[in-house]
């Protein structure tokens, strides 16, 4: 770890952006720090992005589509939650 800013000397931001881009990803700015969803992997062979998002991007057709996603991993005990455009057929979901 490098050393800088941070508690203990740790410069988180750094080791944030050295971790994104071990996984490929190269972002023009930093994340927000309360973002509905965040990417976390894309592949180098196609571009395709992974993100982790809350319930309000995955409730939001407006929000998804802005990240041109259509596959959502629902990661909630049955019952909790809701799986928002289940009957869309443009949406997968993998339960």
Do not use: H
């Amino acid at each position: 770890m490098r050393r800088g800013g941070g508690a203990g000397g740790v410069d988180y931001a750094q080791e944030g952006r050295e971790l994104l881009a071990s996984v490929n990803l190269k972002l023009d700015s930093a994340p927000a720090r309360y973002a509905d969803s965040n990417p976390i992997y894309q592949s180098p062979e196609t571009g395709a992005t992974l993100y982790v998002g809350n319930a309000t991007c995955a409730n939001s057709s407006e929000k998804l589509a802005a990240i041109n996603v259509k596959r959502i991993v629902f990661c909630q005990q049955p019952g909790e939650g809701k799986m928002s455009f289940r009957k869309d057929p443009s949406f997968t979901y993998l339960a």
